[in-house]
Nanobody
């Protein structure tokens, strides 16, 4: 089992920055892929950024150049640095982990609200 806890959400204005954190615990050595998703009201959950099993970061087109995913393996943590935030970035942000045995784990989510 893998437990994921997100933190760092908040209420911001357009153009501001925020860093989200995802702390993983449990069987962290089984994690193959770890990602950030978001879900805006009335919309489907979408992939924002992630690390593939090859280790390279990937980003949704809508956040390229503004968001950066990083990780601290020693702390079992993944971060999402979000710059130049826009109202359309408003969503609940979720951390997601996929293990080598294809088990899927989600955090509880953290709310990010960007006002214009």
């Amino acid at each position: 089992q893998v437990q994921l806890v997100e933190s760092g959400g908040g209420l911001l204005q357009t153009g501001e920055s925020l860093r989200l954190s995802c702390a993983a615990s449990g069987s962290t050595s089984t994690i193959k892929v770890i990602e950030w998703y978001r879900q805006a009201p009335g919309k489907q959950r979408e992939l924002v950024a992630g690390f593939s099993d090859g280790g390279s970061p990937t980003y949704a087109d809508s956040v390229k150049g503004r968001f950066t995913i990083s990780r601290d393996s020693a702390k079992h943590a993944v971060y999402l640095q979000m710059n130049s935030l826009k109202p359309e970035d408003t969503a609940v942000y979720y951390c997601h982990a996929l293990t080598f045995t294809r088990l899927s784990f989600w955090g509880q989510g953290t709310q990010v609200t960007v006002s214009s």
